[in-house]
Every structure is written in C-alpha cells, then in structure tokens.
C-alpha cells in the first residue's frame, strides 16, 4: 500500500468510479474480491486524511442489483464517512437514479448522491481552511430523457449562443455541454474552487485503456474536453483505465479488472490535493489486485508446461491455443492445471491464405475417397488434413467397406 500523502494546505479529494457492485467475471462472482479493494480504499482514504471521496458512476453493474450489492455499498460509504471524509457519488449509465440513493442508511450528513439531473447547476459546498469547494454532481445523461426536463429544453435558435444546438438534445456532447452551461451559472452565483464530477466518453481518451462493453459494441458518442473548460478539477468516470486528459481532466478508471483486455491496466485511484489558488497536483495511489490476470498463447501443451503452471495457477487465466486442430475439452483439461482459467480461444497459427486451393479445386483433382476425406478435414479445419493417425483410420474404415461390397 502506498505511505500517506501529505500537503500542509489545500482540500485532499480521492477520486475513484465503475466500481460496478454485483458485476461478474466470466460467470463469477466479483463481490469478494471487490470487497477487498474497497476495505483498501477506505484504508488509504484514512492514512492520507482525504477530505472529500468522489464515486463518479456506475457504483452498480445494473439497474436491478442483487441484495449482496447494496449491502457492499452501504458498508463502504459507512466506512468511508467513518474516517472523517464527505462522499459524493453520482450515478453512471449502468445505475438506476432511483436504487442508488435508495437505502435510508446512506442518507445521512456527509454523503451526497447526485442522481437528479434538474439539480446539476447546485453545488454541494464543502469548505477548508481556505474557503468553499463547490462540488457539481453531473449524473449520467441520457439525451433523449433529460431533454423532458425544463432545464434540458434549448432554444431553436442556432445563434442563441454558447450550449444552443437547438431542441432537442440528440448527442452527449450536446448534453453534457449544455450541463456544463449549468454548472457555470452555479459556478458565478456561487463563488469559489470547483470540482466537476461526471460520467461520460470524453475526446481524447486512448481506446485501449478499457472501454465500457456498451462503447465497443455501439460506437462512441465522445464529449470534446474543451466542455469542461472552467472547473478547477473535473473527476470522471466510464472509463476503466486511468487516464489523465488534462492535468486537471482525469479518469480514475475501476477499481477491479473486469476483463482481459484490462489486466495490464494499473488499478487505483487519484488523490488530488486541490490548493486555495485553485492549483492541482494529482498523484496515483494503487489499488490491491486480488487475484492477477493473464493470457496464455501457444501450443496447447506449452500452455500445460510445468513452468506455466507453476507461475500462473493462482491466477485468473485466458488460455489462448494455437495448435492447427481443436482440442478435446480444452476448459476442462485447463482447469485440471489452472484452477481459475476463465477463457479458452482456439486461434490456429497457420492461417489458410486465399492463393491456397478452395475445397471444390481439391474435390476435382482428389483421385481416391481418402483424398477427399482429407481435402473435407482440411476445409472444415483451416487448411489442416489428416493427421497420420487419422489416415490409418480413415485406410481402416474405407478397407472395411470395400471388404463388405465384396461379400455382398
């Protein structure tokens, strides 16, 4: 764990997002191990005397969380309001509004969930020895059901001005600017340092820090940073790797792998020291990993190998094989030797090329059924034909017929 961090002034804020509560692995539960980095998380915030904790969205994987899930997160706003620091969460694309401030236990002073899209230009005041923080909450915006909302309805007049693009709102980067035109009448008839939380896909962002499934599966509506021109500091979230878009733009990213494609990605959060003229300096506190993940790639006993094994069978295990045929119950056969191995992929290493013969040139020119035997294989298996084993086989089954036609 990291030592404490020390400023002798200024207002100490950890940000941190997508913890995703109830969310799975592969079909495994997640809970636990999340359970872990969160205790973790409360520890730092009480070695580095934080004053504000800021979730920026998707505290939950899904709008209907089991019970388990709100019981994680009511332990850990507790422990973290426990340590002296206030808490403000905002909700994220996977979370319902309404579940999210729902259990009465987590509505008491000192924690703040920002869910209600008609209060984004309110700040919640936090003050130091240096005066007030205006915390501005931007819950997760989906266009086409804030833009109901008065405060969303924009004038048609493409002139009107900065945040006109005319009614109604269509994209995030429409929304979240008309937002932040919001946030800024709060900020002049509320002066002071601010803090803009939001969860969003903002330019700028490198693709393979982690994206959201909903991004890679439905293309990406991105926010220009320049949006959020103004704040002090703007915490953001839906991105699970961290990301520093601007020395005062950041993601914190998850505090969990959630999957492969992650788990080279450090795992943390940002603690910022936010001082009285407004300067920001940002250091990265690491997060325990419960249990690592890797991808294996080669042949299917290099995989098995003894070294493998040895240094990877605690850990959560992709299991990528390159050998030309598939392998019998390859899962099974894995999780003799990698307990945790989550993910099998058959990715041959010879890949057939489109010079070679296609199936009907080698059924022509094949002069025997053994021929065309192998030349089915070798479709059907990326250019692969029988083995030797396989061809004794086949001169077995093709003799055993020829010998019953001629008893018939």
């Known amino acids: 764990m990291s030592d404490p961090v020390r400023s002798v002034v200024g207002m100490k804020i950890l940000h941190t997002s997508d913890w995703h509560l109830g969310r799975t692995f592969h079909g495994h539960?997640?809970?636990?191990?999340?359970?872990?980095?969160?205790?973790?998380?409360v520890a730092q915030v009480r070695e580095n005397d934080?004053?504000?904790?800021?979730?920026?969205?998707?505290?939950?994987?899904?709008?209907?969380?089991?019970?388990?899930?709100?019981?994680?997160?009511?332990?850990?706003?507790?422990?973290?309001?426990?340590?002296?620091?206030?808490?403000?969460?905002?909700?994220?694309?996977?979370?319902?509004?309404?579940?999210?401030?729902?259990?009465?236990?987590?509505?008491?002073?000192?924690?703040?969930?920002v869910t209600d899209p008609r209060t984004i230009g309110e700040p919640i005041t936090i003050d130091d020895a240096d005066g007030p923080v205006r915390f501005f909450g931007i819950p997760y915006l989906e266009p086409a059901i804030v833009r109901q909302h008065a405060a969303f309805r924009t004038s048609t007049d493409?002139?009107?001005?900065?945040?006109?693009?005319?009614?109604?709102?269509?994209?995030?980067?429409q929304t979240l600017a008309h937002a932040m035109g919001l946030v800024r009448a709060g900020m002049a008839e509320h002066p002071g340092r601010s803090v803009v939380i939001a969860h969003c896909f903002a330019a700028g962002v490198?693709?393979?820090?982690?994206?959201?499934?909903?991004?890679?599966?439905?293309?990406?509506?991105?926010?220009?940073?320049?949006?959020?021109?103004?704040a002090d500091y703007?915490?953001?979230?839906?991105?699970?790797?961290?990301?520093?878009?601007?020395?005062?733009?950041?993601?914190?990213g998850a505090p969990l792998h959630y999957s492969f494609g992650e788990q080279h990605k450090p795992r943390g959060s940002w603690?910022?020291?936010?001082?009285?003229?407004g300067a920001v300096d940002a250091q990265w506190l690491e997060l325990p990993v419960p249990r690592r993940l890797v991808t294996l790639t080669g042949s299917f006993d290099e995989i098995l190998s003894a070294e493998n094994v040895a240094a990877h069978v605690d850990d959560w295990v992709c299991a990528v094989y390159t050998d030309d045929l598939p392998q019998t119950e390859p899962m099974r056969r894995l999780r003799e030797k990698y307990p945790f191995c989550a993910l099998v992929q058959h990715e041959p290493a010879r890949i057939e090329t489109a010079e070679e013969r296609s199936y009907s040139e080698r059924l022509r020119t094949?002069?025997?059924?053994?021929?065309?035997?192998?030349?089915?294989?070798?479709?059907?298996?990326?250019?692969?034909?029988?083995?030797?084993?396989?061809?004794?086989?086949?001169?077995?089954?093709?003799?055993q017929r020829t010998l019953a036609e001629a008893l018939v």
């Open 29 to 41: 539960s997640t809970l636990e191990a999340l359970a872990e980095v969160l205790a973790a998380l």
């Open 50 to 113: 934080v004053d504000v904790v800021v979730v920026a969205g998707d505290v939950f994987d899904s709008a209907t969380p089991a019970a388990p899930a709100y019981t994680l997160l009511t332990d850990t706003l507790v422990a973290l309001h426990a340590t002296g620091a206030r808490v403000i969460v905002t909700s994220g694309n996977h979370d319902s509004a309404a579940r999210l401030g729902f259990q009465a236990r987590l509505l008491r002073d000192g924690i703040h969930v």
């Open 158 to 173: 493409a002139d009107a001005g900065d945040g006109a693009y005319g009614h109604p709102l269509r994209t995030q980067a």
């Open 206 to 230: 490198d693709a393979t820090a982690g994206l959201e499934r909903e991004i890679r599966q439905g293309g990406i509506d991105m926010v220009p940073v320049s949006v959020f021109d103004g």
């Open 234 to 252: 703007v915490a953001l979230g839906h991105i699970h790797g961290r990301q520093a878009l601007a020395e005062r733009v950041r993601y914190a």
């Open 271 to 277: 603690l910022v020291d936010l001082a009285a003229d």
């Open 366 to 399: 094949a002069a025997t059924d053994e021929e065309r035997i192998d030349a089915f294989l070798a479709h059907v298996r990326n250019g692969a034909g029988a083995t030797p084993r396989e061809q004794e086989l086949i001169r077995e089954v093709l003799d």
